[in-house]
């Protein structure tokens, strides 16, 4: 395990328990308490945890931990749920895509498709989205018009909000939107931490004809702060196998179309 990935583990720990201990991490991990200790004054210098005598507490920004600490958690089951997802895009669709690493990775299968190969200008789909960091990787493909919100940046997530985002999108008609979500729940339905992004994303899935939510199972069955949407919006659900067949059904006897890979 090198130090990115270390660092990502601690802070997921921390996310599940609240507190860690030097000495127990350096037992799970396998690595030195000195290791451990740096790791943590690491995290704590970018005011990602507090430091304790003895090991760590989670700071208050630990729910919207920065996109980049977030990227490599669960990397295979969002990879898989990307490949899935991009699957059900036809040529010449619009498509709509909000922040997040899940969707980052809709975004990429999307671009290395086989489906939407095309000549330099060929257009073959469109995005809309309000994701910085995946404006970036997509404008310098051919075969997609990319379209972007304007609105203020938030630096953990790279998305653009504020009305300006709506302005943009109200005058647009999307044919699907995959949005990545911080909790979904069968009876209430989709959830963002921060309000500001659960407006921008609750409009991308009202101008669009489908909506499909891609959600790692971590974020199936709970609530957060901020409603996206009710579940009578959401078409279908992209995650994991590790989805609780409880959850599932409820999902499927709610309309929604459940895909696990």
Excluded: W
Excluded at 7 to 13: A, S
Excluded at 28 to 50: I, K, N, P, W, Y
Excluded at 116 to 130: P, S
Excluded at 248 to 261: K, P, Q
Aim: glycine share 10%.
């Amino acid at each position: 395990m090198n130090r990115y990935e270390r660092l990502n583990l601690l802070l997921e720990l921390l996310a599940e328990r609240g507190r860690v201990e030097v000495d127990d991490i350096a037992a799970e991990l396998d690595v030195s308490g000195a290791t451990v200790r740096r790791d943590l004054d690491h995290l704590a210098g970018q005011q990602l945890l507090t430091r304790t005598r003895g090991g760590a507490v989670a700071h208050s920004v630990a729910y919207g931990l920065p996109l980049r600490y977030k990227s490599v958690l669960r990397a295979g089951e969002k990879q898989r749920i990307g490949r899935a997802a991009a699957g059900q895009v036809a040529r010449g669709a619009v498509v709509g895509i909000n922040g997040g690493t899940t969707t980052t990775e809709v975004a990429r299968a999307l671009m290395t498709s086989p489906d939407f190969g095309g000549a330099a200008g060929d257009g073959v789909i469109t995005v809309v989205t309000n994701a910085l960091n995946i404006a970036n990787e997509l404008a310098v493909r051919p075969q997609v018009k990319l379209v972007v919100t304007g609105g203020v940046a938030r630096p953990l997530s790279y998305e653009l909000t504020s009305p300006l985002a709506g302005k943009i999108l109200s005058g647009l008609s999307l044919d699907v939107t995959f949005l990545g979500v911080d909790a979904i729940d069968p009876d209430s339905g989709a959830y963002a931490h921060h309000e500001a992004a659960a407006d921008v994303d609750r409009m991308l899935a009202e101008r669009a004809e489908r909506v499909v939510v891609v959600a790692d199972s971590s974020k199936i069955g709970i609530r957060a702060f901020a409603e996206i949407c009710p579940i009578g919006l959401v078409h279908a659900l992209v995650t994991d196998t590790d989805a609780d067949e409880d959850d599932v059904r409820r999902f499927r006897e709610r309309g929604v179309e459940v895909i696990r890979v």
